[in-house]
């Protein structure tokens, strides 16, 4: 094979790899609401009483907070948590091709 294919290759793994991985594990998820349904329920609830907790803390340092800013600050522990399972998820991507033979000459 040309060097020329072995980048086209290298190329089409890089752009397209993202397909394959989420083909092969999307089917493999469950959307069991008895799994994801009590998470979402804590995560309500605690929206609803650290909303009571910083509109209280608000009124008596005399600002204004609304709901929507307790959303907004909520919304940060979702991220978070993605970002916790992006990050070791990488460093092992990263290791893994860093250790491969990537093209042979």
Known sequence: MSDLGE?????????GGFWFFLRDNLPAMSFDAGTWGPGLGAFLLAIIFAHRFLAAWAA??????GFATTFCLALTVPTLFVISFIVPGVLLQWEMLRQGI???Y
Not at 7 to 15: F, K, N, R
Request: net charge neutral; charged share 20%.
């Open 7 to 15: 980048y086209d290759l290298l190329l089409m793994e890089l752009i």
């Open 60 to 65: 008596r340092t005399n600002r204004h907070w």
């Open 102 to 104: 990537w093209l042979v």
